[in-house]
């Protein structure tokens, strides 16, 4: 904007100095003639009085003010004394020539002048143009790596910082856009590879069924246990896989309200209750009364898998605790156990996706902690797990008061 400011100051700075320059002439020339046509007049009038002496000053006014003569203005001039080679007259001639040529000569520097600030303009304009071109065409390039080093406050400098903003937000878009590919190719991979043990035990199993119909009951019971077991197995990975795939694209919307903590530790103790049995391990809860504004069908989701991971790892007599607390900044959730802890090594990796500690049984996956990590963090949540080998491990969840996290 600046740029176009100096331009139209620059253009009618020119214009005005011209037009002074015109108006001077002008005036000078005005001057000049004016002196002339006095001289003449009063060479007129000496001469009248040379050839009547008589002749009154009225008389004089009369004649010079007369609007209309029926002689030629250079008869009469001639009439009395004034030829038509007198210097007054031919200067008068010259000098209304001069004042044609030099208003033309003004008008035509003007002209120049005019066409010369804007011819500048122009290439200037040109040259600031060249240089975004120049600068779009490295970044179709696939250049990102450019800037624009020009803070002031002109159009072309609001188009250049947009374009660097576009260029940022292009570079970014290109490596998230690599990152993600690299994701979902590391997902297909690791996705292929966990389903691929129990669909090969399906269809060996299947494979068997059809293959010796003759098979004693038992057996025949036995390899549908195992084909029931691996499609259970599928069914849990693939909604776990469906689960998160929805969460990372933000397709799933928590519905929040006020929930009693003691109704979703009641819900996740029934989830795990069967293979707390099998464990031969306890689950306590204790939500002392607290409430959280939360989606309750997702909190429960992520508990059961926290607290199905403390079951899994903790022997036949053990327990399995979810505690709640609350201050004024904000809510604790805790699940602990008393069972084998986690190695200090593992701990950094525990929340990826399909990791598998060392202790991890035949079935798992490694998916359920990651989701419960994925879910309680899209809630306003935050998560970490304290672990001593041999003694347990204990995951401290917080819901900050206002929401955000900490």
């Known amino acids: 904007m600046k740029t176009e400011k100096r331009f139209v100051i620059l253009f009618a700075a020119v214009i005005a100095a011209c037009c002074a320059l015109c108006v001077f002439c002008t005036v000078m020339t005005l001057s000049h003639l004016r002196q002339g046509n006095n001289a003449a007049v009063t060479q007129l009038i000496a001469n009248l009085r040379a050839h009547e002496p008589d002749i009154t000053d009225a008389e004089i006014m009369q004649i010079l003010n007369a609007e209309e003569n029926t002689l030629d203005a250079e008869t009469l001039l001639c009439a009395y004394g004034v030829s038509g080679d007198d210097w007054t007259v031919k200067s008068s001639r010259t000098d209304s020539a001069a004042t044609v040529a030099v208003s033309s000569v003004v008008c035509l520097l003007c002209g120049v002048s005019c066409l010369g600030v804007f011819a500048v303009y122009k290439r200037r304009q040109r040259k600031r143009l060249d240089k975004l071109i120049n600068y779009l065409a490295a970044i179709n390039d696939g250049n990102y790596d450019l800037a624009l080093d020009n803070n002031s406050e002109t159009a072309d400098s609001r188009l250049q910082n947009e374009i660097y903003k576009t260029t940022v937000t292009l570079r970014e878009a290109a490596q998230q856009s690599a990152e993600s590919r690299e994701k979902l190719k590391t997902a297909l991979s690791d996705i292929s590879h966990q389903l691929k043990t129990p669909l090969t035990s ?19 019971q036995e390899f549908l246990r195992d084909i029931y077991h691996s499609s259970n197995h599928i069914s849990f990975l693939v909604q776990s896989l469906l689960t998160l795939s929805k969460l990372d694209a933000d397709s799933i919307v928590l519905k929040r309200k006020p929930e009693p903590l003691g109704e979703v530790f009641s819900e996740v103790t029934q989830n795990i ?127 900050f008061q206002s929401g955000e996290i900490a």
Request: glycine content about 8%; some cysteine; charged content about 25%.
């Open 202 to 220: 399906v269809i060996i199993t299947t494979e068997n069924l059809l293959d010796n119909p003759e098979l004693p009951l038992e057996l025949r």
């Open 273 to 399: 209750a069967v293979l707390a049995e099998l464990k031969g391990v306890s689950v306590t809860a204790d939500d002392n009364g607290v409430a959280l504004d939360c989606d309750k069908k997702w909190l429960c989701e992520a508990l059961s898998n926290i607290a199905k991971n403390c079951v899994e790892h903790t022997d036949e007599g053990g327990e399995v605790r979810l505690t709640a607390e609350r201050n004024p900044v904000y809510t604790t959730i805790t699940v602990s156990d008393n069972g084998q802890g986690i190695a200090p090594e593992e701990l950094p990796h525990i929340f990826e996706r399909f990791y598998r500690g060392k202790n991890a049984a035949d079935d798992s996956v490694g998916i359920g902690l990651a989701l419960s990590k994925t879910i309680i963090e899209k809630a306003g949540g935050t998560i970490r797990v304290d672990s001593e080998t041999g003694k347990g491990s204990a995951f401290t969840i917080r819901f």
